[in-house]
C-alpha cells in the first residue's frame, strides 16, 4: 500500500487491480480490532471473495452481486494492524469500482469510524 494516511478507526484501499483475472484487493488499516465487515461494490458484479485477513481469522464471508459481509462465528476479532482484507473477484468489467455503504463492526458491536477510499479505475 502506499502508506495510507488513516485518522478514522478503519481506512480502507482498493488495489493491485488484475485485468486478465478480473480481481483486486481491499487493503485494510485498523486502529481498533475489528469483529465485522460489510461493503457494497456497485457494478461490477462480484462473484466471490476469498484470501486475505477475513480467511486467514476463519471469518465467514458470502456476497451479492453488489455486497459483501463477513464475520466471524466464533466472534474471532481482526487484530489492530495491516494487510489485505480480502481479495474481490467480479464478473462484469466497467470503468471504475467504487466503495460504499461500508460498516465496520468493532467489539460488542460497536459500529467503527472509516474513511471512504477513493474509487478505483478498473482499465
Known amino acids: 500500500s502506499d502508506n495510507i494516511v488513516c485518522d478514522t478507526e478503519v481506512c480502507l484501499q482498493l488495489q493491485n487491480h488484475d485485468a486478465v483475472g478480473k480481481s483486486f484487493e481491499i487493503y485494510m488499516l485498523n486502529s481498533v480490532?475489528?469483529?465485522?465487515?460489510?461493503?457494497d461494490l456497485p457494478g461490477i458484479n462480484i462473484t466471490s471473495s476469498d484470501g486475505g485477513l477475513l480467511k486467514a481469522n476463519?471469518?465467514?464471508?458470502?456476497?451479492?452481486?453488489?455486497?459483501i459481509l463477513s464475520f466471524s462465528m466464533q466472534a474471532k476479532l481482526l487484530p489492530i494492524g495491516e494487510g489485505v482484507l480480502t481479495t474481490v473477484y467480479y464478473s462484469d468489467p466497467t470503468t471504475e469500482v467504487c466503495i460504499s455503504e461500508i460498516v465496520f463492526a468493532g467489539i460488542g458491536g460497536a459500529k467503527l469510524s472509516n474513511n471512504v477510499p477513493e474509487c478505483m479505475s478498473l482499465n
Do not use: D
Open 33 to 39: 480490532p475489528v469483529a465485522g465487515f460489510q461493503c
Open 58 to 67: 476463519g471469518y465467514q464471508t458470502s456476497n451479492s452481486a453488489a455486497r
